[in-house]
């Protein structure tokens, strides 16, 4: 079966910090990878998706990047946080293979900027 | 443009109430959609989802939903609310990616 892993959990890093949040998938090949940002009392926001290794498409201009440097790996990051950084950051990924296309969240990272 | 939308930003039900969440969709084809849950502090799960056939689809923990394409809505319902039932919806359809609704808040009053 297929689980997907973030990490870490929680982050709590001071304004101008670094950052790097990852995601994993096991058990399925050639997925589409998504971030999203989930900031309080606001709904889901696509912040990157990939469709393949090397392939990463930015939904909204922002202080962040990522990168996809294996098939099943996906990494968010940035090089000076920002207050408004601050959220819980979503992974999740697509199987092309069902007709269905439904995506698979993992748990989530809680990051706070101070 | 393609979009979901649940005007319902948080609902209040008793325990054993019925519960019915409104989504409505506007999309030029026949979209895919979805609900899913989120509890506090959790990543989402899916509820159920709706591709074509049956208009009602029944999903997992006793909810269903009923896809009319005449109000162009996804609304998601379940007769007896339990408290764990207290979360996050979102509705959503899928294009090239998932386009999520804002929202609704459930609370569960004992």
């Known amino acids: 079966s297929q689980t997907i892993h973030q990490w870490p959990a929680t982050l709590v890093q001071p304004v101008g910090s670094p950052l790097s949040l990852e995601c994993t998938v096991e058990?399925?090949?050639?997925?589409?990878l998504y971030w999203y940002r989930q900031a309080a009392g606001r709904g889901l926001q696509l912040l990157f998706y990939s469709v393949g290794i090397g392939q990463i498409s930015s939904e909204v201009p922002q202080n962040l990047s990522a990168s996809r440097p294996q098939d099943r790996q996906f990494i968010l990051s940035s090089k000076k946080l920002l207050l408004s950084d601050s959220g819980f950051y979503l992974c999740?990924?697509?199987?092309?293979?069902?007709?269905?296309?439904?995506?698979?969240f993992g748990p989530g990272t809680r990051l706070t900027v101070l | 443009a393609q979009s979901v939308t649940q005007p319902d930003i948080h609902i209040t039900v008793s325990e054993g109430a019925s519960l019915e969440l409104r989504c409505n969709y506007s999309?030029?084809?026949?979209?895919?959609l979805f609900w899913y849950v989120q509890s506090p502090g959790q990543g989402l799960q899916l509820l159920l989802k709706?591709?074509?056939?049956?208009?009602l689809v029944q999903g997992i923990k006793g909810f269903e939903a009923e896809f009319k394409r005449s109000q162009s809505s996804f609304n998601l319902r379940k007769p007896s609310v339990h408290w764990s039932d207290a979360a996050e919806y979102f509705c959503a359809f899928n294009d090239y990616k998932l386009s999520f609704g804002a929202g609704t808040t459930v609370t569960v009053r004992a």
């Open positions: 058990g399925t090949s050639n997925p589409n």
């Open positions: 709706y591709f074509s056939g049956d208009t």
């Open positions: 999740a990924w697509r199987s092309l293979a069902g007709i269905y296309n439904e995506q698979f």
């Open positions: 999309y030029g084809a026949t979209p895919y």
